[in-house]
């Protein structure tokens, strides 16, 4: 009960309620990127839900019987006499069929609904066989025991590659790693974010006061393909990519250049961080090296892909550490 000198509690209203931080907003944000609802397996078996307890009920409904015209036994004299000898016979047989026809058009439905399900699940089963072939074992980035790049020998040198800063140039930085190439692209005064898809190197960046969320600082916990999938063409200044480009596989190299030269505006920089290959096979644990699904290309290559194209790229040999560093402008 509130006091008569009104010192008793009063409802609180939305600006008492103490706001998320950063790493709060990112947190939940990250839970709704790996929200299944939306996904391709998600659509698949909502899809196949809707194929196995398919509405028969609606299916009948679409056209359903209304019985005999008002006006049947109004058309004419032998009408009318017709109606005296069999009308209700009439009505009763037109009810009968209606139904007949209904119950019909429904089996109708389910038999092609089995038919659908079945040509469908024996599909995905066959696509799961093929995907399997490619990631039998379907770890996740957290999980595979590799090293981390070092790319220190570059963070002094990456805001000369990433061309004249300008305040509302975007540079996404993908990994993160121990956050020293982030804060080498804040150091430019451009808007960076962070994308780094092991969750424990994710948190210690959010909360790290040198490179955590802040004024032109975003950390986004995913995997740099699917946060490059997110981001709208052309929009970005520069992308850096580093770690994720070295572990995974042919196809997930490609993708991974492919969005980044889609995300990058005409004029603007593509980085690729890269270990020389020896190093990487001498650095691995032996599980690590005969399971990882990929290994690092070749920086010769990279500036193959890059020039193939239609990018010119540079290779930067590393003086005295074991990560290249391949750096292409993107001509539109």
């Known amino acids: 009960m509130s006091q008569p000198d009104g010192s008793g509690d009063e409802p609180h209203s939305d600006s008492d309620v103490e706001a998320p931080s950063a790493a709060e907003q990112e947190l939940l944000a990250a839970f709704d990127r790996l929200s299944p609802q939306g996904s391709l397996q998600w659509g698949f078996d909502d899809a196949m ?89 379907g770890l996740e980035s957290a999980e595979w025991p590799i090293p981390v790049p070092d790319p220190s020998e570059w963070v002094g040198v990456i805001g000369t590659w990433l061309g004249p800063p300008d305040r509302g140039d975007l540079v996404v930085v993908g990994e993160v790693g121990d956050g020293a190439l982030v ?52 929009t970005a200044a520069a992308i850096v990519l580093v770690g994720c480009v070295d572990r995974v596989d042919l196809a997930g190299k490609v993708e991974l250049l492919d ?46 892909l890059l020039e193939r194209a239609g990018h010119h790229a540079v290779w930067h040999p590393p003086a005295s550490g074991t990560v290249h560093a391949v750096v292409a402008t993107v001509e539109r």
């Open 259 to 304: 969005h980044s030269l889609r995300v990058v505006r005409s004029g603007g920089t593509v980085v690729v961080l890269t270990v020389d290959p020896s190093a990487w096979d001498e650095a691995l644990e032996v599980p690590a090296r005969d399971l990882l699904p990929g290994r690092p290309l070749h920086p010769e290559t990279w500036c193959w």
């Open 49 to 137: 839900g809707r194929i196995e307890h398919a509405d028969l009920n609606s299916a009948s409904g679409v056209a359903p019987w209304r019985g005999l015209p008002d006006d049947l036994w109004q058309r004419g004299h032998s009408a009318r006499i017709g109606q005296r000898f069999v009308g209700d016979v009439a009505g009763v047989l037109a009810d009968i069929l209606a139904a007949d026809a209904r119950s019909v058009a429904d089996a109708a439905v389910s038999s092609v609904n089995v038919a659908v399900w079945d040509a469908l699940r024996h599909l995905v089963a066959r696509v799961e066989i093929l995907e399997a072939r490619t990631d039998p074992l």
């Open 183 to 234: 804060a080498a692209a804040r150091a430019t005064g451009r808007q960076v974010v962070g994308v780094e898809p092991r969750g424990a190197t994710a948190w210690q960046a959010l909360i790290s006061p040198e490179v955590g969320s802040g004024p032109g600082t975003d950390i986004a916990f995913a995997e740099v393909a699917a946060y490059l999938r997110t981001v709208p063409t052309a």
